[in-house]
Nanobody
C-alpha cells in the first residue's frame, strides 16, 4: 500500500522556482503535522519545513524566506513552493509526518544547476 507519493522535482537554474506535491494516504495525512525533508548526496536526511493540521508553519533556517509549505486537506496533499533556489538545495525531497511515522516514498529529485 503506497502511503506517500511525491512529485514536481526537476532541473532548474539558480534563482529559479519549483513546486513540489505530496499525496498522502488518509491515515498519514488526517489531523497530523506534515513535513518536507531532503537528502543531499552523501548527507543525512534533514528536515526542511512543517505544517500543522491547523496551518501553522515552521522552516529550517536554510530555507526560511524562500520556501513555503501549504496543505490541501480535501486532497490529502501537502505542497512545497521553492523560490530563489540555490545549488545547495539540490537533493531528493520527501514528505512524511513530523516526526516521521510512515514508510518513506520514493521522493522527488531537485537539481539546481546552471
Amino acid at each position: 500500500q503506497v502511503q506517500l507519493v511525491e512529485s514536481g522535482g526537476g532541473l532548474v537554474q539558480p534563482g529559479g522556482s519549483l513546486r513540489l506535491s505530496c499525496v498522502a494516504s488518509e491515515s498519514i495525512f488526517s489531523s497530523n503535522r506534515m513535513g518536507w525533508y531532503r537528502q543531499a548526496p552523501g548527507k543525512q536526511r534533514e528536515w526542511v519545513a512543517l505544517i500543522t493540521a491547523g496551518g501553522g508553519t515552521n522552516y529550517a533556517d536554510s530555507v526560511k524566506g524562500r520556501f513555503t509549505i501549504s496543505r490541501d486537506n480535501a486532497k490529502n496533499t501537502v505542497y512545497l513552493q521553492m523560490n530563489s533556489l540555490k545549488p545547495e538545495d539540490t537533493a531528493v525531497y520527501s514528505c512524511n509526518n513530523i516526526p516521521p511515522r510512515a514508510s518513506w516514498g520514493q521522493g522527488t529529485q531537485v537539481t539546481v544547476s546552471s
